[in-house]
């Protein structure tokens, strides 16, 4: 999921979520996640959001996510 500056893959290669800035880091090569928790939080309130508009169940969610 990107916002314009921020791509964000909430379960990455490690299991934990990543964060990479995309305006300068455009080959995502960098995980900035722990740098920008506030960031994280953003992005994942955004998608929890998304899905939920969507009927999205909660198990998907969760395993998604975790618990909002």
């Known amino acids: 999921m990107t916002d314009g500056r921020w791509g964000f893959a909430p379960i990455g290669a490690s299991g934990s979520p990543e964060l990479y800035d995309?305006?300068?880091?455009?080959?995502?090569?960098?995980?900035?996640?722990?740098?920008?928790?506030?960031?994280i939080r953003d992005l994942r309130d955004g998608l929890v959001a998304h899905l939920r508009q969507h009927d999205a169940s909660q198990g998907l969610i969760d395993s998604l996510v975790g618990e909002p």
């Open 22 to 39: 995309i305006v300068d880091d455009p080959f995502t090569e960098n995980d900035v996640a722990g740098a920008n928790p506030d960031a």
